[in-house]
């Protein structure tokens, strides 16, 4: 049997010179938020004290936290609304587990039930086909409600002393929640980069169709961002309630906005399949850099709003125009 | 100046694009196109996949806009920067893909272009010229204007989408592939349509696959290859097939199947075995069998049930009933993991929708399936690279692609190639393809080819999903063709030809007519009816009816008996104008050829009666067959 003529096929290879467009994204956004620390130091002497860089750290925790478990859920292509509320509630579970149990089982139910939260909306969202922003708003509004009736509709402060030391134990010199910031950090870009389950979340993200038929099991890398999310809402809401030794049942009001935003500007795509950790590491400095920056140079809280959402749109609008996929 | 001196031949030209260039991100898909209408001839636009016949019909019908060239339309520039501005200039396109509303009846969807205008409209009206169209195709029993569009066949849909094209009066309208779904009646009254559409000074343009239909039905013939035109207006009666295939592939085509090798007598078991697979809408009734080394091909009109069958077999669709067997143990998976596991593999018709992963690298791509199937927390990608760089240099494709970060940029060969390769990789015991060459260059298509062909013959069972008759016959050694969600007929492609295919796929639906025919005409002479095609030695029923018992031959759809094999065998061999009496079963038969009503072969109406009855007079019947039969099937 004679081997068929083959004609050999030509293939335009795209050029590969350096340009901003073919930089990867996370460097584009370190460039981003470098060009805005430089102009911040410059405008202000206090920006780079060293207070002010361990504050700024300090700041990116609880949002940064939750920010991760955004990623997960913004990389299958859904949304969470839930974690602020969830952050809010888990608190309060953490606040009456306190009353009765030490502080390491308290922090597990917290944690527990953040998961337990996420995996029923998860369930919803993925098994019914429903749309997560819906499903999410509604669990956003029964958590908070719910904060509301357990705590009482006041804030709990008798706790234990000793929950202090989840966050003002240093080691060599720096915070336990800034470490903790980081280890979820390194956890998470490990298990994105280096796993099954986070390149599945990934090809989930990219064309769940396409996954389906790889033999990929969609409906749990479908759930799981959603108990990754409600569970590091507890841990922010562990981390909050420590730092000042009070839970109150409003506590995270509006972080679901800090958190999507701070994907959004880390270069992650609503549409799902694209974005990485280290982006939304980046995300969260630049926002949290730029609060700061506006509280140094005296600027209105009102103003501070304006300037975070011109900074998202502004973020969205240059990756969509830098984007080598975009068609234009 | 040479503008000048075509001036005369342009008199009548009603619309004159040259030039015309398209991309889309960073594929050309037409460089320099060329097409020039007259009113009142038919214009067949032919090319292979992807020349860009769709793309250039699309930039006509505003569908697309160009990034260059002209359009000149009765002597005018034209610009249509919107299908409705191009319908406004009386220009029509019957899209391909069907464009119909689901939700909307049958009469709302043929009048959507209308809706558009202000002002009542006259609900009667529309329902009086809805009937009168869908009466000139032959529809106006089968298709209520009330069904809504989602519930109808694809045939029908088909139907609607050329009547919402009639309906608005064009002057040009374009048929992109408008029989791909159609039975041969259909596209009887179709092309009855298209004369009288050119009698009354339209002009069509007519892009098909099937070259016998654009020889019965073009006047002139253009033809496209990688985006550009190669021959502009041609006479349809100065070419012939083989230049047109040499035109529209740039070289002969004889050579891009890889001839099966000789096939051993005795198969063994049968590694994947369908039995009465049902899973409704669709499916309806399924049966096959696929065996070690062997290349299946399974057949029919596009809406035939093949990729929901196919689907249904991975674990894509839920099943309502019947059997399959893998390796002689029951397969019953409940989704495609459990399909790979079991040694399935699945390219899937949609590359873009089903297959690709656009922000995963090329590498990751290619070794999807290998992480569906894989168990474990790590991803166990290094260990493969070795039998990747393989699997690449095996395929032709430059390993050092592979860590290109968009699959979406490579042509379409290479993307399916990557996607055959994902397969490929897992080793699997039944690889289904569906469409594998759709959007694939032809050199890339011959490589495809040659690799399945290797694979069979390393002991793996492929099975093949083609619309397109010929690489089905060119490139399975068997094939199971499929109609209406049944598998009707089941044949070695040595024994079939694109004939024999195209009867035998036509819609049930469109068959029902046809067999209450032979209902009446079995019952009429108490013995048997069917509808056949013969060949030197073999018959191929179509169509059977028996009302008398003792009439049987024993035929039904989709037997494809050796003559000698049936109790007609004389009558079958002797292909006399009177009854032929079979010495060894007594039964009478009588053989009819029916043509239609352009005179095209439509196969042989036999009628069996059994020994113990009188002769009728085989002139009087003969005559009323021909008459019955006229177009009907």
């Known amino acids: 049997m004679s081997p068929p003529t083959i004609v050999s096929v030509r293939e335009e290879r795209p050029r590969r010179r350096w340009s901003v467009r073919s930089a990867p994204l996370e460097l584009r956004m370190l460039g981003l938020a470098l060009v805005i620390a430089i102009a911040l130091s410059l405008l202000s002497p206090y920006f780079l004290k060293t207070n002010n860089l361990l504050n700024l750290l300090d700041q990116s925790v609880v949002v940064g936290i939750v920010a991760i478990g955004m990623t997960f859920v913004i990389l299958i292509g859904g949304i969470d609304l839930s974690v602020g509320s969830l952050a809010g509630l888990t608190g309060v579970v953490l606040g009456l587990s306190l009353h009765q149990f030490p502080i390491p089982v308290a922090v597990a139910f917290a944690v527990l039930a953040g998961a337990g939260i996420g995996v029923v909306s998860g369930f919803l969202i993925a098994y019914f086909d429903l749309a997560a922003f819906v499903i999410t708003l509604g669990v956003m509004a029964i958590g908070r409600s719910l904060a509301y009736i357990f705590s009482g509709q006041t804030s709990i402060s008798d706790i234990p002393a000793g929950l202090n030391d989840l966050v003002y134990t240093t080691v060599l010199g720096v915070q336990t929640n800034v470490l903790t910031l980081l280890a979820l950090y390194a956890l998470a870009w490990l298990y994105l980069t280096f796993t099954k389950g986070g390149r599945t979340i990934y090809a989930v993200g990219s064309n769940r169709e396409a996954a389906r038929i790889a033999g990929l099991n969609v409906l749990f890398y479908s759930v799981l961002p959603y108990v990754v999310s409600g569970a590091l809402s507890a841990v922010a809401a562990t981390l909050m309630s420590a730092q000042i030794l009070s839970i109150d049942p409003l506590a995270g009001t509006g972080l679901e906005l800090d958190a999507i935003a701070a994907v959004v500007i880390g270069g992650a795509s609503l549409y799902g399949g694209r974005g990485t950790i280290i982006g939304t590491l980046i995300g969260v400095f630049i926002m949290v850099m730029i609060r700061n920056g506006l509280n140094l140079l005296g600027v209105s809280p009102f103003w501070q709003g304006s300037a975070i959402g011109a900074i998202i749109i502004a973020a969205v609008l240059a990756e969509r125009l830098l984007s080598p996929r975009s068609r234009r | ?633």
């Open chain 2, 1 to 633: 100046m040479q503008r000048r001196a075509t001036i005369n031949a342009a008199q009548d030209l009603l619309l004159d694009a040259h030039e015309i260039c398209k991309s889309f991100a960073q594929t050309r898909a037409l460089s320099d196109a060329s097409l020039r209408l007259r009113a009142g001839a038919t214009h067949a636009l032919l090319g292979a996949n992807g020349a860009g016949k769709s793309t250039l019909s699309r930039v006509i019908s505003g569908h697309i806009r160009r990034d260059g060239g002209e359009i000149s339309y009765r002597g005018r520039p034209l610009a249509a920067r919107s299908p409705r501005e191009a319908l406004d200039a009386g220009i029509a396109m019957v899209m391909q893909e069907t464009s119909l509303a689901p939700d909307l009846s049958v009469l709302e969807n043929i009048f959507l272009p209308e809706l558009r205008k202000p002002g009542r409209l006259s609900r009667t009206a529309m329902r009086r010229r809805a009937s009168e169209i869908l009466a000139d195709l032959g529809q106006e029993h089968s298709l209520s204007l009330d069904a809504e569009a989602g519930d109808l066949s694809a045939a029908q849909r088909q139907l609607v989408e050329i009547a919402k094209a009639l309906v608005v009066n064009a002057s040009l309208i374009i048929f992109d592939e408008p029989t791909a779904s159609l039975s041969p009646s259909e596209v009887e009254r179709l092309f009855d349509v298209i004369t009288r559409l050119k009698q009354a000074d339209c002009a069509i343009v007519f892009v098909s696959h099937r070259l016998e239909e654009v020889f019965v039905v073009s006047d002139e013939i253009t033809v496209m290859r990688e985006g550009r035109t190669v021959a502009a207006s041609r006479p349809t009666s100065s070419l012939n097939q083989t230049e047109l295939v040499r035109l529209m592939v740039g070289r002969d085509i004889g050579t891009i199947y890889a001839s099966a090798a000789i096939r051993s007598a005795s198969r063994g078991p049968p590694v994947l075995s369908v039995s009465h697979l049902s899973a409704p809408p669709t499916v309806r009734d399924v049966s096959f069998d696929l065996h070690r080394g062997e290349v299946l091909g399974l057949g029919g009109l596009v809406g035939a049930g093949r990729s929901e069958t196919v689907e249904t077999l991975f674990g894509l669709r839920a099943r309502a009933g019947g059997e399959v067997w893998l390796d002689g143990r029951p397969f019953a998976p409940r989704g495609p993991a459990q399909a790979i596991r079991a040694g399935v593999g699945f390219v899937a018709e949609d590359r873009r929708r089903q297959s690709i992963a656009p922000d995963l690298s090329v590498r990751e791509n290619l070794l999807l399936g290998h992480l569906g199937a894989h168990r474990g927390f790590g991803l166990g990608y290094s260990r493969l690279d070795e039998k990747v760089r393989t699997l690449m240099a095996r395929l032709e494709l430059p390993a050092e692609r592979l860590a290109d970060s968009n699959l979406l940029n490579f042509s379409g060969g290479m993307q399916q190639k990557i996607v055959i390769a994902r397969w490929l990789l897992l080793e699997p015991k039944v690889l289904i393809l569906d469409e594998p060459t759709k959007g694939v260059d032809i050199g890339t298509r011959a490589s495809i080819y040659a690799v399945l062909r290797d694979i069979a013959a390393t002991g793996a069972a492929i099975l093949v999903i083609s619309s397109e008759f010929e690489e089905l016959l060119g490139l399975a050694d068997r094939v199971v063709v499929m109609s209406d969600g049944a598998s009707i007929a089941d044949a070695p492609s040595t024994v079939l030809n694109e004939e024999k295919l195209t009867l035998l796929a036509a819609p049930r639906s469109s068959m029902e007519r046809n067999r209450r025919l032979l209902q009446e005409l079995a019952s009429e002479q108490d013995g048997a009816a069917f509808w056949a095609i013969l060949d030197a030695e073999r018959v191929f029923c179509l169509n059977a009816a028996t009302v008398n018992a003792k009439a049987d031959p024993g035929l039904k759809a989709g037997d494809a008996p050796h003559f000698d094999e049936t109790p007609l065998g004389l009558a079958l061999r002797a292909c006399a104008p009177d009854f032929v009496t079979d010495p060894r079963s007594g039964l009478r038969c009588l053989l009819v050829d029916v043509k239609s009503h352009r005179g095209h072969e439509l196969g042989t109406i036999g009628l069996v009666i059994d020994a113990d009855q009188p002769t009728p007079p085989a002139t009087s019947i003969r005559a009323a067959i021909i008459e019955r039969f006229r177009g009907t099937v």
